[in-house]
Protein backbone atom coordinates (compact mmCIF):
# COMPACT_ATOMS: atom_id res chain seq x y z
CA UNK A 1 0.00 0.00 0.00
CA UNK A 2 1.72 3.14 -1.41
CA UNK A 3 0.06 6.30 0.66
CA UNK A 4 2.15 9.05 -0.98
CA UNK A 5 1.96 7.48 -5.14
CA UNK A 6 4.70 8.42 -6.84
CA UNK A 7 3.25 9.82 -10.03
CA UNK A 8 4.33 12.98 -11.74
CA UNK A 9 2.81 16.32 -11.59
CA UNK A 10 1.86 16.29 -14.83
CA UNK A 11 0.10 13.08 -14.89
CA UNK A 12 -2.13 14.32 -11.85
CA UNK A 13 -3.10 17.19 -13.64
CA UNK A 14 -3.94 15.63 -16.78
CA UNK A 15 -6.16 13.20 -14.91
CA UNK A 16 -7.85 16.03 -12.63
CA UNK A 17 -8.62 18.25 -15.79
CA UNK A 18 -9.81 15.04 -17.77
CA UNK A 19 -12.19 14.46 -14.91
CA UNK A 20 -13.36 18.00 -14.81
CA UNK A 21 -14.06 17.97 -18.15
CA UNK A 22 -16.07 14.84 -17.89
CA UNK A 23 -18.12 15.76 -14.78
CA UNK A 24 -18.08 19.54 -15.47
CA UNK A 25 -16.24 20.19 -12.01
CA UNK A 26 -15.05 24.25 -11.74
CA UNK A 27 -11.51 23.51 -11.97
CA UNK A 28 -10.33 26.85 -12.17
CA UNK A 29 -12.13 30.07 -10.94
CA UNK A 30 -10.71 33.71 -11.53
CA UNK A 31 -12.02 36.28 -9.12
CA UNK A 32 -11.64 39.82 -9.44
CA UNK A 33 -11.10 41.21 -6.04
CA UNK A 34 -10.96 44.97 -6.89
CA UNK A 35 -11.77 46.78 -9.99
CA UNK A 36 -10.23 50.11 -9.77
CA UNK A 37 -5.85 49.96 -10.94
CA UNK A 38 -3.63 52.39 -9.93
CA UNK A 39 -2.49 52.80 -14.03
CA UNK A 40 -5.20 54.35 -16.22
CA UNK A 41 -4.43 52.35 -19.32
CA UNK A 42 -5.40 53.29 -22.52
CA UNK A 43 -6.83 50.01 -23.70
CA UNK A 44 -8.50 49.05 -19.98
CA UNK A 45 -11.68 47.69 -19.95
CA UNK A 46 -12.53 47.25 -16.50
CA UNK A 47 -10.86 49.80 -14.28
CA UNK A 48 -12.19 53.44 -16.27
CA UNK A 49 -15.68 51.98 -15.20
CA UNK A 50 -14.39 51.07 -12.01
CA UNK A 51 -15.71 53.12 -8.66
CA UNK A 52 -13.95 53.26 -5.37
CA UNK A 53 -16.51 51.01 -3.39
CA UNK A 54 -15.71 48.54 -6.11
CA UNK A 55 -13.71 46.03 -4.06
CA UNK A 56 -14.18 42.19 -2.75
CA UNK A 57 -14.06 42.26 0.86
CA UNK A 58 -11.99 39.48 2.38
CA UNK A 59 -15.47 38.39 4.14
CA UNK A 60 -16.94 38.33 0.91
CA UNK A 61 -13.76 36.51 -0.69
CA UNK A 62 -14.17 33.86 1.63
CA UNK A 63 -17.55 33.29 0.90
CA UNK A 64 -16.08 32.83 -2.62
CA UNK A 65 -13.72 30.70 -1.58
CA UNK A 66 -15.75 28.12 0.70
CA UNK A 67 -18.22 27.92 -2.45
CA UNK A 68 -15.54 27.26 -5.00
CA UNK A 69 -13.59 24.73 -2.66
CA UNK A 70 -16.68 22.80 -1.89
CA UNK A 71 -17.65 22.63 -5.66
CA UNK A 72 -13.75 21.49 -6.31
CA UNK A 73 -11.99 24.16 -7.87
CA UNK A 74 -8.30 23.48 -7.43
CA UNK A 75 -6.77 26.85 -8.98
CA UNK A 76 -7.67 30.48 -8.11
CA UNK A 77 -6.74 33.80 -10.55
CA UNK A 78 -7.04 36.72 -8.11
CA UNK A 79 -7.19 39.62 -10.44
CA UNK A 80 -8.22 43.09 -10.68
CA UNK A 81 -8.28 46.15 -11.53
CA UNK A 82 -4.58 45.76 -9.60
CA UNK A 83 -4.45 43.66 -6.69
CA UNK A 84 -1.68 45.04 -4.66
CA UNK A 85 -3.62 48.07 -4.43
CA UNK A 86 -6.28 46.38 -2.35
CA UNK A 87 -5.49 46.53 1.83
CA UNK A 88 -6.53 43.39 2.31
CA UNK A 89 -4.69 41.32 -0.34
CA UNK A 90 -2.19 40.06 1.59
CA UNK A 91 -5.25 38.21 3.98
CA UNK A 92 -7.24 37.66 1.29
CA UNK A 93 -4.24 35.96 -0.98
CA UNK A 94 -3.70 33.97 2.04
CA UNK A 95 -6.59 32.93 3.15
CA UNK A 96 -7.07 31.57 -0.52
CA UNK A 97 -3.83 29.49 -0.17
CA UNK A 98 -5.16 28.14 3.21
CA UNK A 99 -8.51 27.14 1.15
CA UNK A 100 -5.73 24.72 -0.53
CA UNK A 101 -6.05 26.60 -3.67
CA UNK A 102 -3.12 26.81 -6.08
CA UNK A 103 -3.20 30.69 -6.50
CA UNK A 104 -2.16 32.98 -9.49
CA UNK A 105 -1.92 36.37 -9.38
CA UNK A 106 -2.95 38.67 -12.30
CA UNK A 107 -0.69 42.85 -11.65
CA UNK A 108 1.54 45.60 -13.48
CA UNK A 109 3.91 44.70 -10.99
CA UNK A 110 4.00 48.42 -10.02
CA UNK A 111 3.70 48.30 -6.15
CA UNK A 112 6.24 44.99 -5.69
CA UNK A 113 8.76 46.49 -4.09
CA UNK A 114 11.45 44.11 -1.31
CA UNK A 115 8.90 43.81 1.14
CA UNK A 116 5.40 42.29 -1.13
CA UNK A 117 8.74 40.34 -2.84
CA UNK A 118 10.09 38.86 0.04
CA UNK A 119 6.17 38.49 1.29
CA UNK A 120 5.76 36.26 -2.46
CA UNK A 121 8.85 34.13 -1.85
CA UNK A 122 7.49 32.97 1.68
CA UNK A 123 4.07 32.28 0.29
CA UNK A 124 4.91 31.16 -3.44
CA UNK A 125 1.72 31.86 -5.60
CA UNK A 126 1.59 28.88 -7.93
CA UNK A 127 1.90 31.55 -10.91
CA UNK A 128 2.29 35.06 -11.43
CA UNK A 129 1.17 37.28 -14.58
CA UNK A 130 2.86 40.35 -14.57
CA UNK A 131 1.20 42.91 -17.75
CA UNK A 132 4.46 44.64 -19.41
CA UNK A 133 4.14 47.90 -21.45
CA UNK A 134 6.35 48.55 -23.59
CA UNK A 135 10.81 48.40 -23.13
CA UNK A 136 11.10 52.26 -22.41
CA UNK A 137 10.09 54.71 -19.89
CA UNK A 138 8.27 56.96 -22.55
CA UNK A 139 6.33 54.30 -24.36
CA UNK A 140 5.33 52.72 -21.05
CA UNK A 141 4.23 56.22 -19.21
CA UNK A 142 2.12 56.12 -22.20
CA UNK A 143 0.19 53.94 -22.07
CA UNK A 144 -0.30 53.66 -18.39
CA UNK A 145 -0.25 57.24 -17.72
CA UNK A 146 2.01 56.46 -14.49
CA UNK A 147 5.47 58.74 -14.40
CA UNK A 148 8.24 55.71 -13.35
CA UNK A 149 6.12 52.77 -13.97
CA UNK A 150 8.43 51.81 -16.45
CA UNK A 151 11.59 51.77 -13.69
CA UNK A 152 9.26 50.72 -11.01
CA UNK A 153 8.27 47.05 -13.21
CA UNK A 154 11.46 46.61 -14.19
CA UNK A 155 12.95 46.70 -10.55
CA UNK A 156 9.85 44.15 -9.48
CA UNK A 157 10.88 42.27 -12.19
CA UNK A 158 14.52 41.65 -10.45
CA UNK A 159 13.14 41.25 -7.55
CA UNK A 160 11.08 38.41 -8.48
CA UNK A 161 13.95 36.60 -10.45
CA UNK A 162 16.67 37.36 -7.78
CA UNK A 163 14.00 35.22 -5.13
CA UNK A 164 13.46 32.82 -7.63
CA UNK A 165 9.56 32.99 -8.34
CA UNK A 166 7.80 31.72 -11.09
CA UNK A 167 6.28 34.28 -13.38
CA UNK A 168 5.30 34.87 -17.17
CA UNK A 169 5.18 38.39 -19.04
CA UNK A 170 2.26 39.58 -21.33
CA UNK A 171 1.02 42.31 -23.54
CA UNK A 172 -2.09 43.21 -25.29
CA UNK A 173 -0.76 43.71 -29.33
CA UNK A 174 -2.48 46.91 -30.00
CA UNK A 175 -1.55 49.88 -32.10
CA UNK A 176 0.30 51.62 -29.61
CA UNK A 177 2.62 48.49 -28.10
CA UNK A 178 2.85 46.99 -31.91
CA UNK A 179 6.15 48.38 -32.76
CA UNK A 180 8.15 47.12 -29.49
CA UNK A 181 6.32 43.90 -28.72
CA UNK A 182 9.46 41.98 -30.76
CA UNK A 183 11.53 44.03 -27.88
CA UNK A 184 9.73 42.83 -25.02
CA UNK A 185 9.25 39.95 -26.46
CA UNK A 186 13.11 39.55 -26.73
CA UNK A 187 13.75 40.81 -23.09
CA UNK A 188 11.64 38.16 -21.66
CA UNK A 189 13.58 35.06 -23.32
CA UNK A 190 16.34 36.79 -22.61
CA UNK A 191 15.62 36.54 -18.51
CA UNK A 192 14.50 33.22 -19.24
CA UNK A 193 10.45 34.39 -18.64
CA UNK A 194 7.59 32.94 -21.09
CA UNK A 195 5.79 35.84 -22.79
CA UNK A 196 2.35 35.99 -24.44
CA UNK A 197 0.46 38.07 -26.53
CA UNK A 198 -3.41 38.80 -27.12
CA UNK A 199 -4.60 40.57 -30.16
CA UNK A 200 -8.56 41.30 -29.32
CA UNK A 201 -9.23 44.54 -27.76
CA UNK A 202 -12.94 44.64 -26.44
CA UNK A 203 -15.17 47.56 -25.48
CA UNK A 204 -15.12 49.12 -21.79
CA UNK A 205 -17.51 47.44 -19.27
CA UNK A 206 -19.90 50.14 -19.34
CA UNK A 207 -19.95 50.36 -23.17
CA UNK A 208 -16.88 52.73 -23.77
CA UNK A 209 -15.75 51.90 -27.48
CA UNK A 210 -12.66 54.05 -27.20
CA UNK A 211 -10.47 50.91 -27.04
CA UNK A 212 -11.48 49.97 -30.09
CA UNK A 213 -9.23 52.48 -31.62
CA UNK A 214 -6.14 50.66 -30.44
CA UNK A 215 -7.50 47.22 -32.42
CA UNK A 216 -4.50 45.88 -34.83
CA UNK A 217 -6.42 45.42 -38.11
CA UNK A 218 -5.92 41.89 -39.61
CA UNK A 219 -3.39 42.44 -41.63
CA UNK A 220 -1.01 44.42 -39.04
CA UNK A 221 -1.94 41.16 -36.71
CA UNK A 222 -0.66 38.85 -39.03
CA UNK A 223 2.52 41.38 -39.99
CA UNK A 224 2.84 41.38 -36.30
CA UNK A 225 2.92 37.43 -35.72
CA UNK A 226 5.60 37.30 -38.36
CA UNK A 227 8.14 39.34 -36.70
CA UNK A 228 7.79 37.73 -33.13
CA UNK A 229 7.87 34.52 -34.78
CA UNK A 230 8.87 34.30 -38.57
CA UNK A 231 7.90 31.14 -39.00
CA UNK A 232 4.81 31.12 -37.15
CA UNK A 233 6.50 27.95 -35.31
CA UNK A 234 4.08 28.10 -32.35
CA UNK A 235 0.78 29.00 -33.75
CA UNK A 236 1.57 25.92 -36.23
CA UNK A 237 1.94 23.60 -33.51
CA UNK A 238 -1.47 24.89 -31.85
CA UNK A 239 -2.99 24.86 -34.86
CA UNK A 240 -2.05 21.00 -36.23
CA UNK A 241 -4.87 19.26 -33.70
CA UNK A 242 -7.39 21.93 -33.90
CA UNK A 243 -7.61 22.12 -37.94
CA UNK A 244 -9.13 18.64 -38.79
CA UNK A 245 -11.48 19.21 -41.25
CA UNK A 246 -14.37 19.20 -39.13
CA UNK A 247 -17.21 21.77 -37.96
CA UNK A 248 -18.84 22.32 -35.05
CA UNK A 249 -21.95 24.18 -33.90
CA UNK A 250 -21.17 24.85 -30.14
CA UNK A 251 -20.27 28.42 -29.65
CA UNK A 252 -17.97 27.90 -26.36
CA UNK A 253 -15.80 25.56 -27.41
CA UNK A 254 -13.17 26.57 -24.59
CA UNK A 255 -13.40 25.64 -20.73
CA UNK A 256 -15.67 28.70 -19.90
CA UNK A 257 -18.26 27.23 -17.73
CA UNK A 258 -17.47 23.58 -18.33
CA UNK A 259 -14.17 23.34 -15.78
CA UNK A 260 -13.64 27.44 -15.33
CA UNK A 261 -16.01 30.49 -14.18
CA UNK A 262 -15.15 34.22 -13.32
CA UNK A 263 -16.34 36.17 -10.13
CA UNK A 264 -16.59 39.94 -10.23
CA UNK A 265 -15.81 42.03 -7.06
CA UNK A 266 -19.76 41.88 -6.45
CA UNK A 267 -19.94 38.10 -6.36
CA UNK A 268 -21.49 38.00 -10.44
CA UNK A 269 -20.37 35.13 -12.06
CA UNK A 270 -19.52 35.10 -15.80
CA UNK A 271 -18.28 32.36 -18.23
CA UNK A 272 -14.73 34.53 -17.81
CA UNK A 273 -13.00 37.86 -17.98
CA UNK A 274 -13.47 39.01 -20.97
CA UNK A 275 -17.26 38.42 -20.72
CA UNK A 276 -18.55 41.11 -18.37
CA UNK A 277 -22.21 39.54 -19.33
CA UNK A 278 -23.35 38.36 -14.94
CA UNK A 279 -25.44 35.10 -15.23
CA UNK A 280 -25.55 34.91 -11.31
CA UNK A 281 -24.23 36.19 -7.87
CA UNK A 282 -22.24 34.00 -5.87
CA UNK A 283 -22.81 36.32 -2.90
CA UNK A 284 -26.26 35.30 -3.01
CA UNK A 285 -27.24 32.16 -4.66
CA UNK A 286 -26.01 28.66 -3.83
CA UNK A 287 -22.97 27.67 -5.98
CA UNK A 288 -25.03 24.64 -7.72
CA UNK A 289 -27.61 27.82 -8.82
CA UNK A 290 -25.21 29.84 -10.34
CA UNK A 291 -23.12 26.92 -11.84
CA UNK A 292 -25.90 25.35 -13.98
CA UNK A 293 -27.21 28.76 -15.04
CA UNK A 294 -23.63 29.17 -16.91
CA UNK A 295 -23.82 25.72 -17.79
CA UNK A 296 -27.07 26.46 -19.68
CA UNK A 297 -25.08 28.97 -21.47
CA UNK A 298 -22.01 27.75 -22.47
CA UNK A 299 -24.04 24.93 -24.24
CA UNK A 300 -25.58 27.24 -26.56
CA UNK A 301 -25.01 26.32 -30.89
CA UNK A 302 -24.90 28.83 -33.22
CA UNK A 303 -28.62 29.52 -34.99
CA UNK A 304 -28.65 27.36 -38.48
CA UNK A 305 -26.64 29.64 -41.07
CA UNK A 306 -24.31 30.77 -38.96
CA UNK A 307 -20.90 31.21 -40.87
CA UNK A 308 -19.05 29.80 -38.00
CA UNK A 309 -20.86 26.64 -37.37
CA UNK A 310 -19.46 25.35 -40.78
CA UNK A 311 -16.35 26.71 -40.82
CA UNK A 312 -13.52 24.42 -40.38
CA UNK A 313 -11.19 27.15 -38.24
CA UNK A 314 -13.46 27.82 -35.86
CA UNK A 315 -11.56 26.30 -33.26
CA UNK A 316 -8.37 28.53 -33.82
CA UNK A 317 -10.65 31.55 -33.92
CA UNK A 318 -9.24 35.13 -33.24
CA UNK A 319 -12.22 35.65 -31.71
CA UNK A 320 -13.99 33.69 -28.69
CA UNK A 321 -17.70 33.67 -27.57
CA UNK A 322 -16.73 36.34 -25.13
CA UNK A 323 -14.99 39.02 -27.17
CA UNK A 324 -17.94 38.20 -29.88
CA UNK A 325 -20.03 39.46 -27.03
CA UNK A 326 -18.62 42.38 -26.33
CA UNK A 327 -18.96 43.65 -29.51
CA UNK A 328 -21.93 42.13 -30.90
CA UNK A 329 -23.99 41.97 -27.68
CA UNK A 330 -24.33 38.18 -28.26
CA UNK A 331 -21.59 35.09 -27.91
CA UNK A 332 -23.96 34.17 -31.56
CA UNK A 333 -22.55 37.23 -33.00
CA UNK A 334 -20.57 37.53 -35.81
CA UNK A 335 -17.06 39.56 -36.17
CA UNK A 336 -15.75 39.44 -39.53
CA UNK A 337 -12.58 41.38 -38.22
CA UNK A 338 -11.58 38.14 -36.62
CA UNK A 339 -12.46 35.93 -39.07
CA UNK A 340 -10.71 37.81 -41.40
CA UNK A 341 -7.68 37.52 -39.28
CA UNK A 342 -8.16 33.43 -38.40
CA UNK A 343 -8.51 32.82 -43.08
CA UNK A 344 -5.33 34.92 -42.95
CA UNK A 345 -3.59 32.68 -40.33
CA UNK A 346 -5.04 29.70 -41.88
CA UNK A 347 -3.55 30.94 -45.51
CA UNK A 348 -0.42 31.78 -43.58
CA UNK A 349 -0.35 27.42 -42.76
CA UNK A 350 -1.15 26.71 -45.56
CA UNK A 351 -4.48 25.27 -44.92
CA UNK A 352 -6.59 27.89 -46.79
CA UNK A 353 -6.38 28.90 -50.24
CA UNK A 354 -7.08 32.60 -50.17
CA UNK A 355 -7.05 33.25 -46.15
CA UNK A 356 -10.24 35.58 -47.92
CA UNK A 357 -13.29 34.12 -45.87
CA UNK A 358 -16.51 33.42 -47.38
CA UNK A 359 -18.56 36.48 -45.88
CA UNK A 360 -16.37 38.51 -47.82
CA UNK A 361 -17.81 37.12 -51.45
CA UNK A 362 -21.11 36.24 -50.08
CA UNK A 363 -22.08 38.50 -47.40
CA UNK A 364 -23.04 37.91 -43.80
CA UNK A 365 -26.82 36.31 -43.47
CA UNK A 366 -28.94 39.29 -42.33
CA UNK A 367 -30.01 37.13 -38.82
CA UNK A 368 -26.81 36.89 -37.57
CA UNK A 369 -26.32 40.11 -35.08
CA UNK A 370 -22.95 41.83 -36.03
CA UNK A 371 -20.92 44.46 -34.11
CA UNK A 372 -23.18 47.53 -32.64
CA UNK A 373 -22.95 50.70 -34.56
CA UNK A 374 -20.77 52.26 -32.15
CA UNK A 375 -18.25 49.26 -32.08
CA UNK A 376 -18.01 48.98 -35.64
CA UNK A 377 -17.26 52.28 -36.45
CA UNK A 378 -14.59 51.88 -33.81
CA UNK A 379 -12.99 48.71 -35.59
CA UNK A 380 -9.93 48.89 -37.90
CA UNK A 381 -12.00 48.88 -41.24
CA UNK A 382 -9.40 47.48 -43.34
CA UNK A 383 -8.61 43.91 -44.36
CA UNK B 1 10.70 19.53 16.88
CA UNK B 2 11.23 18.08 13.72
CA UNK B 3 10.95 14.26 12.96
CA UNK B 4 14.30 12.59 12.43
CA UNK B 5 13.28 8.49 11.56
CA UNK B 6 9.77 7.50 12.65
CA UNK B 7 9.56 6.26 16.22
CA UNK B 8 6.61 3.88 17.71
CA UNK B 9 7.35 5.43 20.74
CA UNK B 10 6.94 8.97 19.68
CA UNK B 11 3.70 11.03 18.63
CA UNK B 12 3.32 12.89 15.56
CA UNK B 13 1.34 15.34 14.08
CA UNK B 14 1.10 17.24 11.15
CA UNK B 15 2.57 20.50 10.22
CA UNK B 16 0.45 23.19 8.99
CA UNK B 17 2.87 23.79 5.93
CA UNK B 18 0.66 21.54 3.87
CA UNK B 19 -3.33 21.76 2.87
CA UNK B 20 -5.17 18.97 2.02
CA UNK B 21 -7.95 18.66 -0.60
CA UNK B 22 -10.35 15.93 -1.79
CA UNK B 23 -10.67 17.51 -5.56
CA UNK B 24 -11.56 15.60 -8.65
CA UNK B 25 -11.29 12.40 -7.20
CA UNK B 26 -7.50 13.40 -6.04
CA UNK B 27 -6.46 13.59 -2.54
CA UNK B 28 -4.24 16.32 -2.61
CA UNK B 29 -1.22 17.70 -0.67
CA UNK B 30 -0.71 21.37 -1.32
CA UNK B 31 2.21 22.91 -0.65
CA UNK B 32 1.96 26.12 1.12
CA UNK B 33 5.30 27.74 0.78
CA UNK B 34 6.73 25.16 -2.16
CA UNK B 35 8.09 27.75 -4.88
CA UNK B 36 9.96 25.92 -7.86
CA UNK B 37 9.66 22.24 -6.08
CA UNK B 38 6.35 20.59 -6.81
CA UNK B 39 3.44 22.01 -4.68
CA UNK B 40 1.34 19.78 -5.12
CA UNK B 41 1.31 15.87 -3.78
CA UNK B 42 -1.20 12.78 -4.08
CA UNK B 43 -2.32 11.07 -1.44
CA UNK B 44 -3.85 7.61 -1.48
CA UNK B 45 -7.30 7.00 0.47
CA UNK B 46 -5.46 5.65 3.09
CA UNK B 47 -2.85 8.26 3.33
CA UNK B 48 -5.15 10.85 3.34
CA UNK B 49 -6.97 8.80 6.34
CA UNK B 50 -4.02 9.48 8.37
CA UNK B 51 -3.59 13.06 6.98
CA UNK B 52 -6.77 13.52 9.18
CA UNK B 53 -5.68 11.28 11.98
CA UNK B 54 -2.26 13.56 12.37
CA UNK B 55 -4.22 16.39 12.87
CA UNK B 56 -4.07 15.20 16.53
CA UNK B 57 -0.66 14.44 18.33
CA UNK B 58 -0.81 10.34 17.60
CA UNK B 59 1.74 7.38 17.71
CA UNK B 60 2.63 5.04 15.16
CA UNK B 61 0.66 2.18 16.74
CA UNK B 62 -2.48 4.44 16.93
CA UNK B 63 -2.24 4.34 13.35
CA UNK B 64 -1.49 0.99 12.53
CA UNK B 65 -4.30 0.32 14.87
CA UNK B 66 -6.82 2.72 13.10
CA UNK B 67 -5.61 0.91 9.27
CA UNK B 68 -6.17 -2.70 10.46
CA UNK B 69 -9.77 -1.59 12.02
CA UNK B 70 -10.56 -0.44 8.67
CA UNK B 71 -9.16 -2.45 6.04
CA UNK B 72 -8.24 -6.22 6.11
CA UNK B 73 -4.69 -6.27 6.44
CA UNK B 74 -2.26 -7.21 8.82
CA UNK B 75 -0.62 -5.36 11.76
CA UNK B 76 2.34 -5.52 10.53
CA UNK B 77 1.71 -4.80 7.22
CA UNK B 78 -0.18 -1.48 8.35
CA UNK B 79 2.47 -0.49 10.04
CA UNK B 80 5.52 -0.86 7.30
CA UNK B 81 2.37 1.51 5.48
CA UNK B 82 2.56 3.90 8.08
CA UNK B 83 5.78 3.72 8.98
CA UNK B 84 6.46 4.74 5.39
CA UNK B 85 4.17 7.10 4.93
CA UNK B 86 5.35 8.76 8.29
CA UNK B 87 8.93 8.93 6.80
CA UNK B 88 6.97 10.39 3.51
CA UNK B 89 5.77 12.78 5.07
CA UNK B 90 9.14 13.72 6.88
CA UNK B 91 11.03 14.41 3.60
CA UNK B 92 8.13 17.00 2.89
CA UNK B 93 9.04 18.22 6.17
CA UNK B 94 4.81 17.95 6.77
CA UNK B 95 5.19 16.15 10.33
CA UNK B 96 6.21 17.35 13.89
CA UNK B 97 7.47 14.81 16.23
CA UNK B 98 7.69 14.50 19.94
CA UNK B 99 8.70 12.22 23.17
CA UNK B 100 11.11 9.67 23.47
CA UNK B 101 13.47 8.40 20.43
CA UNK B 102 15.07 4.85 20.33
Redesign the interface.
Known amino acids: ?5 R ?1 S ?1 AV ?1 RD ?2 VE ?2 RR ?1 R ?1 P ?1 QADIEIIATCNFKCVHCYIAPCAEREDVMSLAQANIVFDKL ?1 AA ?3 MVLLTGGEVFTHKQFKEIYLSA ?6 VYINTNAYLIGERWADFL ?4 P ?1 GLSISLYGMSPESYERLTGIPKSYERVMHAIDLLLER ?3 FDLKCPAMTITAEELPAMQAFARSKGIRFRTDYSIIPQEKGDTGPLQLQLAPHEVMSLERRIDPELKSFRVYAAPRIDGSTTDSVYKCGAGKTSLHINVHGGVSTCSTSRKVIGNLFEQPFDEVWAALGGKVSMKYPAGHPCASCQFSRICAGCPATVEQLTGLPTGYVQMYCKMTHQRAHELGYHPSGVPRTVTEGIPAHIVTPTRSAARMLPVLA | MNSGSVDNTVEYRRRDNY ?3 L ?4 H ?3 A ?5 D ?7 L ?2 AQ ?1 WERLAQWTTLDQLTESLVGEYE ?1 TSD ?1 ARR ?1 VR ?2 LD ?1 LTLLDALDARGATE
Open positions: MTTIPIAMRMRAEVLQGTQKRHGFEAEWPKGLL | VYRTVGELLVLHARSEPLYALTTGLVSDEFQ
